[in-house]
């Protein structure tokens, strides 16, 4: 963190490079920056939340996320440690220690530089709390925080990013007769969306604008809303329920969209029968995919591909149409049907399919010779989600007998964090049983274990191995 002698040694070698421009920007670069400590204290001013926040992040070292007790409220800490959700914990992590093993310099500078290009936004006041927002050097909008003043320190309650994470906050308020405070979080909340990219954003938005925001009920429909978009129970939806029969038109579809999204991120839930026969009738695009996701769920595929051979009739030279039934035969997964649709349109895979389909023959009662090749692919300029298209390529090789390769990408992925997912234990898994170690790879398999319905899982690979090897036991 001696950033002015760093900042210097640069300038010296510009003077001899013929890449001076380049030297001079990054000396220009440590110059900017401040050393910051290591160790976090408690959170006394709203302004030195996202230093604290950095800082815990450092210590947690992708594992120990009990830290943070210091600086969020254990509900907050508990939505933040799930891997699946993209803003928790895991993610933010495997970013931040990326970023470092890669350029190979410590964590500490990674923080500093974070804190000089994601600039922070204050709001608020100690009675109504704060709102801090974070923004990248590009002046794009990256999360919003709401904190509450927890004896002398302050906490992390909510984050934009989990809409879910309010619920407890504004519930509190209106308890407590704080109308006007849960109309300004709610109001900074919509602030965020605006500037976010959340699916979800839309519908929340136009529940809000419906003539009943300005009541106590109004703020009590938002809050069975949020509750919605990431439910425990099935208590949970039927809150939201209670308001869906009460609403019309897009208020009334907007809601529809928020439960089934919410119902679809939790496999144990039941799908209420009003969802998908408000969504059959939702013309937009979000609303078609949401009741298509809850025909999946359900497994009614062959109703699933009725629909969409006959969208695809109705507009021959649609793309969208083409898309929606190719990507069904993936996530059916139905490799071979996809293969045979892409042949007969004459269609090529975009990098993101690649990965769809490398992952859909991995279904296949025998792993097809050319599935390595289309996960290699898969990895290559244009991908999305790196972690995904690696995991899938692991898993390729992993399903190849090639345990030494499947090794290699796994542990390039995880980086420091080695924080396992179900779909890792499977290659684990899968690499034991090459060897022989029949018991570790029943273990690891288990572990791969989910409840998920999805018929796209791994949990359906893990639950093929555990048959194979209990059908090996009767043997010995």
Known sequence: QHYPEASAILRQEALLSSDSSNLNQRADFFSKLQPTPDTPE?????????????????????????????????????????????????????DLSENAIEANLPLSYYRDATLMINKQKLQGSPEEGYHVTLWNDRQEFVDGFFLLRSGSALKAV????????????????????????AIQWLEWFFEDLRQSNLYIATAL????????????SGIQMMIDALRATAPQTDRDVAAAISDLSKLSGNPQKALAQIIASGI??????????????????????WGMILYQALLRRSGQFDQLEKILKADLAQNPS?????????????????????RQFLKEEKLTLTVPQDNSMAWAELFEPHLPSHTLETALQATGPGVRNRRNALNTLATVWAESNRPDQAKRVLLEYLGQ????????????????????????????????????????????LAKRRLAELEAQKSKR
């Open 42 to 94: 408690p959170l006394v001013q709203p302004q030195n939340f996202y230093l604290t926040f950095l800082q815990l992040l450092g210590q947690s070292q992708g594992s120990d996320y009990s830290v943070f007790q210091m600086l969020m409220d254990p509900t907050l800490i508990k939505l933040m440690t799930n891997p699946d959700i993209p803003s928790g914990f895991p993610q933010m992590w495997s």
């Open 158 to 181: 909510a984050l934009t990013e989990l809409p879910c994470s309010l619920v407890d906050s504004l519930q509190n308020f209106l308890n407590n007769r704080k109308k006007a405070q």
């Open 205 to 216: 938005k136009t529940l809000w604008d419906s003539p009943r925001s300005a009541q106590t």
């Open 264 to 285: 679809l991120s939790n496999p144990d839930l039941l799908v209420p029968i009003e969802i998908p026969t408000i969504l059959r009738n939702d013309s937009s695009d």
């Open 318 to 338: 649609s793309t969208q149409a083409q898309q929606n039934l190719l990507q069904f035969y993936l996530y059916r997964p139905d490799a071979t049907a996809a």
């Open 417 to 460: 964090s080695r924080l396992l997912q179900p779909a890792d234990w499977y290659i684990l898994g899968r690499n034991a049983q090459t060897f022989g170690l029949f018991d570790v790879a029943e273990q690891d398999y288990k572990k791969a274990e989910t409840n998920s319905t999805d018929t796209f899982s791994v949990t359906v």
